[in-house]
């Protein structure tokens, strides 16, 4: 079956994308000159490069022109984990390159610390009245220098005040991780958590951070914990840019994941 037009232009510029003939960052000819490269109508180009756009090949920026992307080793995040570790899902250093060695290089930003009035959608997850005192805890993330996620933690501010949790205040990395020095501070013990995964458009800081152009998109990954009373004690809210992050879940007793060539698995 013969392809649509706009289907055979963008299969030629996808091959030329893919063979180095159009490297990352080189913008493409104009629409015009495509046009008459191919000739094909505007809409027919138009549509090719949105399905070229659609597939992560290339980014509309406005005012400029289009450009190539730069190809991604994407950012392979197991969020299932151990509960009591609290690490995974972005927390620790529990992700795999899904291409290639697992030479990865992970790194943080400064923690930046402050004191808030949770808002209806934290009060919710945590379970407290709107507008309940909370410690928020934000920090950047890469790996390979590159920005791979943003995470804002909520603590419930009694963990301060009637507790021993002084070190949440702190705009320092709490290094065993807040479930373990939480569990040494205040006698709570993380026995699980929940996951609830959004996706939508970047909010500006987002957009800045990672790169984004307008049309681009993040995950948000909602992780409440809950401790041995069935009470939640923290909410973890991590935005990932979809352009280069994939996520596993692992459900009962599963091998660990293999890439590369040669391997069992293709791909997660």
């Known amino acids: 079956m013969t392809q649509p037009m706009y289907r055979q232009v963008a299969e030629d510029l996808r091959r030329q994308i893919e063979s180095g003939e159009l490297p990352a960052g080189r913008q493409l000819p104009s629409q015009l000159n495509l046009q008459q ?3 094909a109508s505007r809409n027919t180009i138009s549509d090719a490069i ?14 400029q022109g289009t450009f190539v992307i730069a190809k991604v080793d994407p950012f392979v995040t197991i969020l299932s984990a151990d509960p009591g570790t609290g690490f995974g899902g972005g927390e620790g250093a529990t992700y795999l390159s899904q291409v290639g060695e697992q030479h990865r290089s992970p790194s943080t930003g400064p923690v930046r610390v402050e004191i808030q009035d949770a808002p209806a959608e934290v009060a919710a997850r945590l379970r407290v009245p709107n507008g309940t005192q909370v410690v928020v805890r934000h920090q950047e993330r890469y790996i390979d220098g590159t920005p791979w996620s943003l995470q804002t933690s909520f603590y419930p501010m009694k ?11 702190m705009a320092t990395e709490i290094t065993e991780g807040t479930v373990l020095y939480l569990k040494k501070a205040v006698g709570l013990q993380q026995v699980g958590y929940r996951d609830w995964i959004t996706a939508r458009a970047p909010v500006q800081n987002e957009m800045s951070f990672f790169g984004l152009p307008h049309d681009g998109m993040v995950y948000v990954i909602f992780r409440t914990a809950f401790d041995q009373d069935g009470r939640p004690m923290r909410l973890t809210v991590t935005v990932f840019p979809i352009d280069r992050n994939q996520f596993i879940v692992n459900v009962g007793d599963v091998p660990e994941p293999q890439y590369g060539a040669g391997a069992d698995e293709a791909g997660p």
Do not use: H, N, Q
């Open 37 to 39: 490269r191919y000739s």
């Open 50 to 63: 949105k399905w070229l756009t659609s597939v992560g090949l290339v980014e509309t920026r406005p005012g």
């Open 159 to 169: 963990f301060v005040t009637s507790g021993d949790a002084d070190r949440l205040m």
